[in-house]
């Protein structure tokens, strides 16, 4: 039988993947609770409230992604800022990744018009992932750039689908820090 801790963690499993298949925008813990089985007042018992399951369930989302793009890396070995930006962007745009994204611009988007609220730290969590993955190849300075750009590239692409405009302005990118390095 499963104790409190390991129900909690597989409801959150169940969470995380009913707010990729169905976002944010309109939460609420009945619809919730029913789409994992549960019901709201057990939601509520794990979490405390439905902003703490929100913050906990996008952390939840951003392991998954940083598992998965540390697996990639390990069999990709990128060597150089280029392969990195490349790999993460051939990961980030196969079907079953795309809803991570999409997930965390909707976050984004209603954080900006307060929808939704998070502390400091869990805003920070959320482009700590990023950053990360590319200062092992770039600035610090560099790196928020490339990351605000890469931001922009993928929104662009998960809006219009266009994989191959998208993808020559990532080329366009790579091309311009490359020169800026000679």
Do not use: C
Not at 15 to 25: K, Q, S
Not at 117 to 137: M, P, Q
Not at 141 to 156: C, K, P, V
Request: net charge neutral; aromatic share 6%.
């Amino acid at each position: 039988m499963l104790d409190t801790l390991d129900r909690r963690d597989v409801l959150l499993d169940k969470i995380v993947d009913a707010l990729l298949e169905h976002g944010v925008a309109d939460l609420s813990l009945r619809p919730l609770a029913e789409r994992v089985g549960t019901s709201a007042r057990l939601l509520i018992y794990h979490f405390g409230s439905k902003e703490k399951l929100l913050v906990e369930a996008l952390a939840a989302v951003r392991l998954r992604v940083a598992k998965s793009l540390t697996e990639r890396s390990v069999l990709e070995r990128p060597g150089s800022l280029k392969a990195v930006l490349l790999m993460f962007w051939d990961w980030a745009t196969l079907p079953h990744n795309q809803n991570y994204f999409r997930l965390l611009f909707e976050v984004d988007g209603l954080s900006m018009f307060d929808r939704v609220v998070f502390s400091d730290e869990a805003v920070r969590d959320g482009t700590t992932l990023w950053l990360t993955l590319i200062e092992k190849s770039a600035s610090r300075a560099n790196s928020t750039l490339i990351m605000a750009a890469m931001n922009g590239l993928l929104q662009d692409f998960l809006t219009t689908g266009d994989r191959a405009r998208t993808t020559q302005a990532l080329q366009s990118l790579i091309a311009l820090i490359a020169a800026e390095k000679a």
